[in-house]
């Protein structure tokens, strides 16, 4: 999540456990201390896939802030040993504030690798957008009456933070009601599936993208809302899965494999072979792209240390038109004009052969 969610929501949590005795020094703690596991976003490295992959890892660990509460926790008391609260709340505290952190974070579809040093799939519930007005602004007004009068009503905070976390789950709720409506769609139409998971559209939980892959290497991009009555929309899309033999043994490309849970589209545009991933984004509008590959004078190809591909944005008229399609499956939203689009922009010359 942004900055400030993360900020606002340490800043609760602190205030709800300790504001009588901390006073509204809690909040300033509280949204100091839940911004400490972004702080990896200083680290520089070589390229922007190391940049994306590694980011959400060590500093998201609930094993390293867990012990990083503990330490804390241990330090404050030896430094105030006399303050009014024990050991063991101010630890739970400060474990609270740091590891809602990362599980907010894995809310979201980017990617957190809560387990690190373990490496399974990072974890990407995709119930909520990175941004969602809804999550935040009651932490944010919790926050500054909390300001203004003080935190010393415990219970209006946890209220606030237990609306929040039920609209946690029911995003994940309608993720998983929408992604039951398109299989089934699809299923209805004789269309297989390998692979299929929703992502929630910019600012909200009602309305939803849908990738799916196919057996013979396609994917579908298809978009619902909470609200609809009639079958989704959608579109194929080609995966081009034979150009990822070119980047086989590059372990960078084996990292984002892992990293995305192998949602990756390649694409051929001119001299470059781009990456894309498809969790981030949607048709013509792809967050994450990256050259990793380009076509030599001998007709090959050759992997070279990626570079990040500019992909365009949804301008306002997009973002209206997905507001509307909440409340309105008609008309569709345009995706094949999209992906046409995209594809015009980067229609080039001769490219390798696969």
């Not at 001998?298 to 399609?325: H, I």
Request: aromatic share 12%; charged share 15%.
């Amino acid at each position: 999540m942004d900055s400030l969610t993360q900020a606002v929501l340490g800043a609760t949590i602190q205030a709800a456990c300790l504001g009588r005795e901390q006073g509204r020094r809690a909040l300033a703690y509280g949204a100091v201390l839940a911004t400490l596991p972004d702080m990896d976003v200083v680290i520089r490295y070589a390229d922007p896939v190391s940049t994306m992959t590694y980011h959400r890892g060590f500093s998201h660990s609930v094993f390293v802030l867990t012990a990083l509460a503990a330490l804390l926790a241990w330090l404050i008391r030896r430094r105030w040993p006399a303050a009014p609260y024990s050991g063991l709340r101010l630890f739970a505290t400060l474990w609270l504030v740091l590891v809602t952190h990362p599980i907010l974070d894995a809310f979201t579809v980017y990617g957190t690798q809560l387990f690190w040093p373990l490496t399974p799939t990072p974890a990407s519930w995709a119930a909520v957008f990175i941004i969602d007005p809804v999550y935040t602004l009651p932490l944010l007004g919790a926050v500054v009456v909390s300001i203004v009068r003080g935190p010393s009503h415990p219970s209006s905070l946890a209220n606030v933070l237990a609306f929040t976390t039920a609209y946690l789950f029911f995003g994940l709720g309608s993720r998983l009601y929408v992604e039951h409506r398109v299989h089934d769609a699809l299923t209805a139409q004789g269309v297989a599936v390998t692979q299929l998971r929703g992502v929630p559209m910019p600012f909200n939980t009602l309305l939803w993208r849908v990738i799916a892959k196919t057996p013979e290497g396609r994917s579908i991009e298809a978009v619902a809302s909470v609200f609809d009555r009639g079958p989704p929309e959608w579109i194929y899309q080609p995966l081009g899965q034979n150009f990822a033999a070119v980047l086989a043994d590059v372990p960078l490309h084996q990292r984002l494999r892992w990293f995305t849970d192998d949602w990756l589209r390649y694409d051929a545009v001119g001299d470059a072979l781009v990456v894309s991933d498809l969790r981030m984004g949607s048709a013509g509008y792809y967050t994450f792209r990256f050259k990793m590959a380009t076509c030599q004078a001998d007709g090959r190809w050759a992997p070279v240390t990626p570079e990040s591909w500019e992909s365009p944005r949804p301008a306002w008229p997009q973002l209206q038109l997905m507001f509307a399609r909440i409340v309105q499956q008609a008309p569709p939203l345009p995706l094949a004009a999209w992906a046409d689009e995209l594809a015009a922009k980067e229609k080039a010359g001769a490219v390798c052969p696969a």
